[in-house]
């Protein structure tokens, strides 16, 4: 089995924000891999130039980078170009998945349910723009920087006396800021594994954090946290929101695997799409590696899986083809 995938870079580290993560989800997938008997080999592009990344002459490589330059199809660009196959979305995939308002978009243009915004522009966007933002999202709502993920960018705005702050916080992040509607509920996601018409969802996540509070803290290094897998949901309920997020995998054109993150609206059970990560978290508090667990197949197992996935043909064939 490990013979057919040959030398493979395991790509971790990079020059985002999410770099740590990044570190520690890519140390965990090498050594699953390694585990394997595979010929896994680590490389940080942030220390390595790409001529150095094409000398290695790899197979093929498992990104396990997250945020700008490995998870926004910069990178996939540069490896389609070197002809190294790799996980994950494609290039148009990547880069519309990275982005949380084109991500919104696009889903909206497929009829999928998402909560109503209003994009800031963080260099323009007046006093006058921002105190209208509460009138009309309501309060609290939450802003956004939409290219950062890991909770990095982000603040819930409770008053409208919050409002300069917070648009403050994310604008140091960002050229936009997304201003979201709040959708007060339970909070959800669910992995995607595959493409098209055989993308599969595993079961789904529950995240039940400190007060509500799913920041970087709580989300890496807390075990305050509390992770319901499978969700306590009805079988209606739950068949409907992992067909949503397979909708929502095919409608931005991802492929490999991907996780789909869900707010469940309090007052009537209503899924709400918030965001997709194409190239997520493989840390020991991850939410992929939970949800695979539960399907009984294990961290390493699970590595192999994605890592078979790499594939530059199905990039080329499916990528912005959406089901």
């Known amino acids: 089995m490990t013979s057919e995938f040959g030398k493979v870079g395991v790509l971790f580290g990079g020059r985002s924000a999410e770099r740590e993560v990044s570190l520690m989800s890519g140390g965990g997938v090498l050594a699953a891999l390694q585990s394997k008997g595979i010929d896994a080999h680590g490389f940080d592009p942030a220390q390595r130039s790409l001529a150095e990344l094409a000398a290695e002459k790899f197979d093929r490589v498992f990104i396990a980078l997250h945020g700008r330059y490995g998870e926004d199809g910069t990178l996939q660009g540069a490896l389609e170009q070197l002809g190294i196959p790799y996980t994950g979305s494609g290039v148009m995939g990547s880069s519309i998945g990275m982005d949380k308002v084109m991500s919104k978009r696009i889903w909206l243009s497929h009829g999928l ?88 969802a595993l079961p789904i996540v529950e995240i039940r954090a400190p007060q509500g509070n799913y920041d970087y803290q709580n989300k890496y290094f807390s075990d305050d946290t509390q992770y319901l897998c499978p ?71 699970l590595c192999v899986e994605i890592l078979r996935s790499a594939d530059l043909d199905l990039h080329s064939s499916k990528d912005w083809k959406p089901v």
């Open 113 to 200: 349910p998402t909560p109503r915004f209003i994009v800031l522009d963080s260099k323009t966007a007046s006093v006058e723009e921002l105190r209208k933002v509460p009138d009309e999202l309501g309060l609290p709502l939450m802003l956004k920087a939409p290219h950062e993920g890991s909770t990095i960018g982000i603040s819930k705005v409770t008053s409208a006396a919050d409002m300069q702050g917070g648009f403050e916080l994310c604008a140091k992040y960002d050229e936009v800021v997304l201003a979201e509607e709040f959708i007060a509920g339970r909070e959800l996601t669910v992995p995607v594994l595959g493409a098209g018409r055989n993308a599969r």
């Open 231 to 301: 969700a306590p949901l009805d079988d209606a309920l739950t068949q409907k929101i992992q067909t949503l997020a397979v909708r929502a995998f095919n409608a931005i054109g991802c492929t490999g695997w991907a996780r789909v993150d869900f707010m469940l609206r309090a007052t009537d059970n209503a899924p709400y799409l918030l965001e997709i990560n194409t190239s997520p978290g493989m840390t020991g508090h991850s939410l992929v590696p939970m949800s695979a667990k539960a399907a009984g197949v294990s961290y390493e197992d």
